[in-house]
């Protein structure tokens, strides 16, 4: 399968996913939000929604042709603005939930669920085919010494970065990739907001 016929939310997951275990690179809620704020930033660039002062708005209606952005955008409701904040919180474990289902069905990941110490779930998300999450993490690297050009790889890369993860999925990174990646996640409106909440949640947890 081409990379290239993937969502942005779905190569979102993938990037975020050990290849050798599936399992998650951080906090699954975390993990979440990213793929959401990758959602948003696929609906925003079809015309699909509108933001204005931490608000958003749906934009256009019809089918996106993808059943995942098309999930992701019938959670807006017409007439509707919510805080982007709020909307992310809200959806960000739906939307996680069908990135990965979307995964599976595309037969390139398994979902395995267990509780730890018997109380909170856990996913581990087992490559079922080829490895195609060292090839997009290769993508990523290369686009990287280009300064990250296109805005597919503006958004995974800033994201990546707003979930403070960057070692941990393009280990070795120069400090002037690092320093560009963080950039991104100031300037790329969903990465923004999803450092955020990594932030006020991570703090929460000190």
Same mark, same amino acid.
């Given at each position: 399968?081409?990379l290239a016929?993937?969502t942005?939310?779905?190569?979102?997951?993938?990037?975020l996913?050990?290849p050798? +275990?599936g399992k998650p690179?951080?906090?699954?809620?975390? $993990?979440?939000?990213a $793929?959401?704020?990758?959602? /948003?930033?696929?609906?925003?660039?079809?015309?699909r929604i $509108?933001?204005?002062?931490g608000?958003?708005?749906?934009?256009?209606?019809?089918?996106?042709?993808?059943?995942?952005?098309?999930?992701?955008?019938?959670r807006?409701?017409?007439?509707?603005?919510?805080?982007?904040?709020?909307w992310i919180?809200?959806?960000?474990?739906?939307?996680?939930?069908?990135?990965?289902l979307? %995964?599976?069905e595309?037969?390139?990941?398994?979902i395995?669920?267990?509780?730890?110490? #018997? %109380?909170?779930?856990?996913?581990r998300?087992?490559?079922?085919?080829?490895?195609?999450i060292?090839p %997009?993490?290769e993508? %990523?690297?290369?686009?990287?010494e280009?300064?990250?050009?296109?805005p597919?790889?503006?958004? /995974?890369?800033?994201?990546? +970065?707003?979930?403070?993860?960057?070692?941990? $999925?393009?280990p #070795? +990174?120069?400090?002037?990739v690092r320093?560009?990646?963080r950039s991104?996640? #100031?300037?790329?409106w969903?990465a923004?907001?999803v450092?955020?909440?990594?932030?006020?949640? +991570?703090?929460?947890?000190?």
């Amino acid at each position: 399968m081409s990379l290239a016929t993937l969502t942005v939310p779905e190569q979102m997951l993938l990037l975020l996913l050990d290849p050798a +275990s599936g399992k998650p690179r951080a906090r699954e809620r975390f $993990v979440n939000y990213a $793929v959401t704020g990758a959602a /948003l930033a696929e609906l925003e660039a079809a015309g699909r929604i $509108v933001v204005h002062r931490g608000r958003i708005a749906p934009a256009g209606s019809g089918p996106l042709g993808d059943p995942l952005l098309d999930m992701a955008f019938g959670r807006f409701r017409s007439g509707k603005r919510p805080r982007t904040v709020r909307w992310i919180h809200r959806n960000a474990d739906a939307i996680g939930e069908a990135c990965a289902l979307s %995964l599976r069905e595309r037969g390139l990941v398994g979902i395995e669920k267990r509780r730890a110490l #018997g %109380l909170f779930p856990r996913h581990r998300y087992p490559l079922q085919g080829p490895d195609v999450i060292t090839p %997009l993490v290769e993508e %990523l690297r290369a686009a990287a010494e280009h300064g990250f050009p296109g805005p597919r790889h503006q958004v /995974l890369a800033a994201l990546v +970065s707003a979930l403070r993860i960057t070692p941990r $999925v393009m280990p #070795g +990174s120069s400090r002037g990739v690092r320093k560009t990646m963080r950039s991104l996640a #100031g300037s790329v409106w969903p990465a923004h907001v999803v450092r955020r909440m990594v932030r006020a949640e +991570s703090s929460g947890d000190a």
